[in-house]
Each structure stands twice: as C-alpha cells, then as structure tokens.
C-alpha cells in the first residue's frame, strides 16, 4: 500500500501531466499532517510564485504566494485579466462549483470590483473539502488543477510563455528573457474533462468499459467552435466551446464542414445525454 506522500506526489504528478508542466515541491514540517511548496519549475525564484498547499482535516487548502521578485509577472497578470475577462469567468465559475472555498483579490479586493489602479498584489486561496480515503486524493489533484488553471490563463501568452532566466536581481532591474512554447489548449483539455468527464457526449461510450484500464485516458476534445473561425480575439470557454468525444465520433464530425454539430451527432448515434 502506497504512504500518503507517495499518494500526495501521484496527485502531483497527474496535474503536471494533465496541463504540460513541471512541478518542483518542497516538504515543509508544520503543525499539519503536511505542508509542502510546489512552483513552476519554468518560472524559478525569484521572479514567480509557490503555491502553498495545506493538509488540513478532510480539506486541502491551496494559497498564492508571490516571490520577491515579481513586479513583472504582476504586471503581466493585470493586462492578461483585462484582456481575458470574460474567458477568465468560465474557469472562476468552475472552481467555484467544485470547491468549497474560492477567493481571488486584487489590491486587497474582490475580483469583481473594478481595478483602474496598477495592481501591487494578487491573492488567490482555494480550498476543498473530501468525506473519505477514496476520494481524499482525488480532491487534492482537482483543487490544484483548479488553480493552476486560473494561474496559467493569468501569465501566458496565447502560445508561450515568457520566463526570466536570471535570478537575484533587483525588482525593476532588466534582464533577459528566454521563451518556452506551451498551448493552452491543454489546460483547456484538462477542465473540459474535468467538467465532463471521459464518456463519449456523442454516443455515450467510455473507452475504459470496453478495453479496461488501458482506455482510461483516451478522448478526444472537440472544439464545437472550429480553431480556424476562432480569431485572435475569441476568449474559449472550456465548457461551452469543448466536449469529450470518442475518436469514432470526432472523426464522424469533421467528415462535413463545418463540423456535424452536437445534436445531429446525437441523432446518428442515438445517444441521449441525461
């Protein structure tokens, strides 16, 4: 049987998989059963941030800290939460649903409030609640999804990030850049399926009743809105603008253009979702 950090790194590593990064984790001795660090190992201190995660009872407890550093990244934050408002609101309102604690402040205010003022500080604490061993583990990999979703969507470019590779300079001071390309789209995956599922919303299958174990993970993610009639401007909504299909269904979709849409899929196949 597995200890519970081994179950701790497991639900790590299913987050790092599931969005394309690299966590780095520090174990921390505390008065809590455990305490520990995680960062993007992409953006090093200190000019990025830990998310602070806390094993309280039957909860975990995830909190943003900001490195000393971070003037920029701040900056980046705010014009990205300008740009991306309205996109931004589908990942906040999942996280709400999915948790029980979610609180997101900007200059010691609520999200909801209008900023006009440089921002100085953001603030992001998360939290959720789990009933038993089952589903304890399980509950700490979808709270840190929430909120690395929440995050990444505030500090990347469309494509890439840009990440300081220097360190210990002082707050202003400039110094070089180096790019690493990395899609959204799969964070995007991540909440689609996270809100669906992996069942088949064309024909209702679910690849890992038919071949076991080994058709866990497979899904496709279809993009109800077409990529190319997206624009440079379209801000995807995860849920509305995503759904899990099989490969059979997916590739029944784009046999026409545009794409079969939902409901006649659903009439080919005979699929009712309930």
């Not at 497979?218 to 809105?225: K, M």
Request: aromatic share 10%; glycine share 6%.
């Amino acid at each position: 049987m597995k200890s519970r950090k081994s179950q701790i790194e497991d639900s790590l590593q299913e987050v790092a998989d599931a969005i394309g990064v690299e966590l780095t984790r520090e174990y921390m001795p505390h008065d809590h059963e455990y305490e520990l660090k995680i960062r993007l190992a992409q953006i090093p201190a200190p000019h990025g941030f830990t998310l602070r995660i806390y094993d309280n009872y039957l909860s975990w407890k995830v909190e943003l800290h900001l490195d000393v550093f971070t003037a920029p990244l701040i900056s980046t934050m705010q014009s990205r939460f300008e740009e991306r408002r309205l996109g931004l609101e589908s990942y906040m309102e999942l996280a709400r649903a999915k948790n029980n604690y979610f609180n997101l402040s900007i200059n010691g205010q609520s999200e909801k409030m209008s900023i006009s003022e440089d921002w100085n500080e953001i603030n992001l604490v998360m939290a959720k609640s789990y009933f038993s061993e089952e589903s304890e583990f399980a509950s700490l990999s979808a709270v840190i999804l929430d909120f690395m979703c929440i995050i990444l969507f505030l500090i990347i470019e469309d494509t890439e990030w840009i990440v300081s590779n220097e360190s210990g300079q002082e707050e202003g001071a400039s110094y070089s850049d180096t790019v690493k390309k990395y899609e959204r789209s799969r964070y995007n995956r991540a909440l689609c399926l996270k809100y669906y599922g992996f069942m088949c919303r064309g024909c209702g299958e679910q690849l890992s009743e038919k071949y076991g174990p080994i058709g866990s993970d497979v899904i496709h993610v279809h993009h109800v809105v077409p990529v190319s009639k997206m624009g440079g401007s379209y801000q995807l909504n995860p849920i509305k603008d995503l759904i899990p299909l099989c490969p059979n269904c997916h590739n029944i979709v784009h046999k026409k253009n545009p794409p079969i849409e939902l409901a006649e899929l659903n009439e080919l196949t005979g699929y009712r979702s309930s």
